[in-house]
T-cell receptor, first 114, second 110 residues
Framework: ELKVEQNPLFLSMQEGKNYTIYCNYS?????LYWYRQDPGKSLESLFV?????AVKQEGRLMASLDTKARLSTLHITAAVHDLSATYFC??????????????FGKGTLLTVNP | NAGVTQTPKFRILKIGQSMTLQCTQD?????MYWYRQDPGMGLKLIYY???????DKGEVPNGYNVSRSTTEDFPLRLELAAPSQTSVYFC?????????FGAGTRLSVL
């Protein structure tokens, strides 16, 4: 059974600081997704990582994937208040029986304080 | 540019009542999924479908049923609602890979 663990689950940061959210998973996969969820809202796709060594950047967020270590990171640079949200990683072991089902981590609640 | 549309947005049910949560997508995606999200627990897969007429159970299917008669629609049926089914329900669709989510249905069973 695929397990996906995120840490930390809660993160309180000051504006301007840097931090990293980690996502570990238990089964071989090279398909990982990061989503953002604002309170009371749906999930918005941030990054799609589809190969070992993949790195994607959007604004102050950068995501990477190391399939050998079964680890993805979401790095936040010079945090601003607008980044406050819950961030989920989700792993997909592809077809061949899984039918592209996603297994989600529990999410990291990020609060950026002035 | 509707994407994935869920109705209703909010609903309160009494214990033992039944209801259907509607989900429609206009992206011609083969794959559709129903999740529930409980506080602090991430998303758990209830049922999924790989195409019209084909559905299968996910991680937490008990108390729910689905059907997929068309590519666009994937309704979720709750029979005999229980307090444990109080949750936020999300429908999603994909071509195989990145999933696109609806706005969610917030359900309370009292």
């Amino acid at each position: 059974e695929l397990k996906v663990e995120q840490n930390p689950l809660f993160l309180s940061m000051q504006e301007g600081k840097n931090y990293t959210i980690y996502c570990n998973y238990s089964t071989t996969s090279d398909r990982l997704y990061w989503y953002r969820q604002d309170p009371g809202k749906s999930l918005e796709s941030l990054f799609v990582l589809l190969s070992n060594g993949a790195v994607k950047q959007e604004g102050r967020l950068m995501a990477s994937l190391d399939t050998k270590a079964r680890l993805s990171t979401l790095h936040i640079t010079a945090a601003v208040h607008d980044l406050s949200a819950t961030y989920f990683c989700a792993v997909d072991i592809g077809s061949g029986g899984s039918n592209y089902k996603l297994t989600f981590g529990k999410g990291t609640l990020l609060t950026v304080n002035p | 540019n509707a994407g994935v549309t869920q109705t209703p947005k909010f609903r309160i049910l009494k214990i033992g009542q039944s209801m259907t949560l509607q989900c429609t997508q206009d992206m011609n995606h083969n794959y559709m999924y129903w999740y529930r999200q409980d506080p602090g627990m991430g998303l758990k897969l209830i049922y999924y479908s790989v195409g019209a007429g084909i559905t299968d159970k996910g991680e937490v299917p008990n108390g729910y049923n689905v059907s997929r008669s068309t590519t666009e629609d994937f309704p979720l049926r709750l029979e005999l609602a229980a307090p444990s089914q109080t949750s936020v329900y999300f429908c999603a669709s994909s071509l195989g890979g990145l999933q696109y989510f609806g706005a969610g249905t917030r359900l309370s069973v009292l």
